[in-house]
């Protein structure tokens, strides 16, 4: 069984990991048709509703493949979990119900209106549908991060006659404390993904002299969406998730800092490799005092280390779970060091024609999905040995009648099909790109001044 277990677990990473490179995008990418449908309400600009519908055809293309790839992730809970499916059913399947029943059609449909109906809905119309897509997309996402911080934190449910968690507060799980700031935090990156790429394409426009019109615009919206949500990603949203693990997880965020010992006036940990055998930091870069006052704002506040827990209680991938946090937090850095400075030159306006900061936010386009990756690592491999917090071990959850061999078989075909939608994704996305804004009339030049006043 544990060989299967780790097959188990192996593709339901796969699965989801491959399947949130789209929703982040397009939950992102939701809050920006809003910013410039609003834009072109209120300056009746058609420029910006253009620009919307380039973005909005990206948008569709990033919907479609998270639909396809997300069918099967949540057929994995009968699949290849049907224990916990059994155990959980009943508190989890109302947010997944919920999550496909109201928000995703609410999002599908409205998509629909905002691609097709543009002419038939008008100009109010029309930011309506797209204000319905972002609260679709949003909504979503925050049904699933409820169903993920119940796992985290369960409360509000009650243990049944025949063993079965039942929910005895439907408020409970909904308000989850938990789930408002994971959630928070989680949209904030998703927010971050959408900033970078909107920014990303119209810096390669301006660097490569082409669509410059469109170029100004995608910069600009970016840049000043995407500088909020890289400081709001640091505070308040990720120092009060970290509160939550500190309080709810002690050996969670012990494992995540490479903490082995209790310590008042804990550091902070900027740099090293945890050595689990030895039970130390290899090479550490830290800094006096840190992790004690983020955690409980006292310079010497005692934080338990690892050896203060059973070993059945740690988390069973620690270099990992330590490595994945510190690729988070190292990534947020960058995020704000890079669009605070990007917003200086914009409002200096000399961003446009910086091409070391345009090809910095070109470069950084993958960054946002690795560091969202990264995150939701350090949240699921945190959460280990529990499949539910404190009341499910997740060798407990498996499905006990499916072999090994059978989740191999599941597992190759998966990684199969999705190199084929990867490949179709890229192409797909590279032609809607090189296509433009406006196929076959690309304003350039002194055409593209125009926008250093938008």
Known sequence: MGQALDVHRLQFALTITFHYIFPQLTMG????LVYLKTKALRTGDEHYNRAARFWARIFGINFAIGVVTGIPMEFQFGTNWAAFSKAAGGVIGQTLAMEGVFSFFLESSFLGLFLFGEKRLGRVGHWVAAFLVFLGSWLSGYFIVATDAWMQHPIGYRIGANG???????????????????YAHTMLGAVQTGCFVMAGVGAFYLLTKRDEFYGRTFVRAGVIVGVIAAILQLSPTGDLQGKMVAYNQQPTLAAMEGLFESQEGAPLAILGQPDVEKRKLDNPLEVP???SFLTYRQWRANIKGLSDFPQTEWPDQIPLLYYSYHVMVGLGTIFIAVMVLASLLLWRGKLYDCRWMLWMLMVCVPLPYIANTAGWMTAELG??????????RTASGASPRVAAGNAWFTLIGFMG????????????IYREIE????????PTGEDAIVLAAD
Do not use: C, H, T, V
């Open 417 to 428: 099909m999705y190199a084929i939608l990867a490949i179709l994704w890229l192409f797909l």
């Open 289 to 291: 005092n840190m992790l």
């Open 383 to 392: 959460r280990q040995p529990w499949l539910i917090y404190g009341l499910m």
């Open 29 to 32: 990418l939701a809050l920006l």
């Open 164 to 182: 079965a968690i039942e929910l005895s507060s439907f408020w409970d799980l909904l308000l989850n404390k938990w789930a408002l700031w994971q």
């Open 435 to 442: 296509l433009g804004p406006e196929p076959g009339n690309r």
